[in-house]
């Protein structure tokens, strides 16, 4: 299998059918259906490609992309919505989203989005080139 990637959407006829989709291009695509359960899944099974939805009930996508962000900042994040706004895309992009796509998206360009992060994603635990992020290097400026 590829990159390893999870979806977060609550429309969850959508998320199965993307997710399918992404799998049969030989990705490791699995899907949830809420926030909560994302962050779940990103701290125990980091994926190198989040894929999230903005407007979900309980804890929004911008929720998500910022508590993903701050835990693991290597993770390449993109925004898939129907709902979204001009300042919504400025938003999640200033938050460290890497693309951002209105509803419905062409699976070419969602791939391309996929395939253009530096070399595919982070490290994954237990890789050469995985940095922990808790990790403290002390911060200091020489």
Same mark, same amino acid.
């Given at each position: 299998? $590829? ?54 009930? $309980? ?22 919505? =129907?709902?979204? *706004? ?11 989203? *890497? ?29 050469? =080139?995985?940095?922990?992020? *808790?990790?403290?290097?002390? $911060? =200091?400026?020489?």
């Amino acid at each position: 299998m $590829g990159l390893k990637i999870l979806l977060v959407d609550d429309e969850q006829e959508f998320v199965e059918t993307l997710t399918e989709r992404l799998q049969m291009r030989d990705m490791d695509a699995q899907a949830v259906f809420d926030g909560k359960t994302a962050l779940e899944r990103v701290n125990d099974h980091p994926p190198q490609v989040l894929i999230i939805d903005l407007k979900m009930p $309980g804890m929004d996508g911008i929720q998500v992309l910022q508590q993903v962000k701050q835990t693991h900042p290597l993770i390449h994040v993109i925004v898939l919505t =129907g709902h979204g *706004s001009e300042q919504d895309r400025k938003r999640c992009m200033d938050l460290g989203a *890497s693309a951002y796509f209105q509803k419905p998206v062409d699976i070419d360009q969602l791939n391309t989005a996929i395939q253009e992060h530096p070399e595919n994603g982070p490290p994954l635990p237990g890789n050469p =080139g995985y940095i922990d992020p *808790s990790f403290d290097t002390g $911060g =200091g400026r020489a």
